[in-house]
T-cell receptor
């Protein structure tokens, strides 16, 4: 299996621009997670989906952030407008059956975002 | 707010040395996981521990879940440069189905 695929791997943009991050989960996985990682705050869960439906978006920092999952093989995380404090590594992860006790999350390689 | 505090934050050791990293919380968890993250990559699951007092071994890595299920430790014997990375503990928050991640221990093993 190809694993979780994320694009782009690196993104540099200017403050105020729209940023769209993309994720393809592992085929057959019902759950998809978006995380943000920074040195200051560590790895934070932003939102997760079950069968393409958003279940918990309480980690989404502001209305500037939105996430969609139009089908089982694709999800996007959009930031509009972007700000310098959004600079971070954004990870997508997927799991087979969700967030159970013994569940394993498989992470993508991440998108390193720099907002100037 | 449930927190997972890891210590030490940074650790630089010579190849062949032993080390232990810790993951502590004031909350009780039903399970706890350890992940390793290498530079430029996402975290990869190493182990899941479920039972208080449980000990699991993965080659030179030994994981222990505290008796009260509030803390965990990871011991590495005879560290190698390939062990270099960020070690993260994760646990399911009480009353939720979301995993929270610890603050991380950044390990560097020098050849």
């Amino acid at each position: 299996d190809a694993g979780v695929i994320q694009s782009p791997r690196h993104e540099v943009t200017e403050m105020g621009q729209e940023v769209t991050l993309r994720c393809k989960p592992i085929s057959g996985h019902d759950y998809l997670f978006w995380y943000r990682q920074t040195m200051m705050r560590g790895l934070e869960l932003l939102i997760y989906f079950n069968n393409n439906v958003p279940i918990d978006d309480s980690g989404m920092p502001e209305d500037r952030f939105s996430a969609k999952m139009p089908n089982a093989s694709f999800s996007t995380l959009k930031i509009q407008p972007s700000e310098p404090r959004d600079s971070a590594v954004y990870f997508c992860a997927s799991s087979l059956q969700g967030t159970g006790v013994l569940e394993t999350q498989y992470f993508g390689p991440g998108t390193r975002l720099l907002v100037l | 707010t449930q927190l997972l505090e890891q210590s030490p934050q940074f650790l630089s050791i010579q190849e062949g040395e032993n080390l232990t990293v810790y993951c502590n919380s004031s909350s009780v968890f039903s399970s706890l996981q350890w992940y390793r993250q290498e530079p430029g990559e996402g975290p990869v699951l190493l182990v899941t521990v479920v039972t208080g007092g449980e000990v699991k071994k993965l080659k030179r890595l030994t994981f222990q879940f505290g008796d009260a299920r509030k803390d965990s430790s990871l011991h590495i014997t005879a560290a190698q440069p390939g062990d270099t990375g960020l070690y993260l503990c994760a646990a399911m928050g009480s009353g939720t189905y979301k995993y929270i991640f610890g603050t991380g221990t950044r390990l560097k093993v020098l050849a």
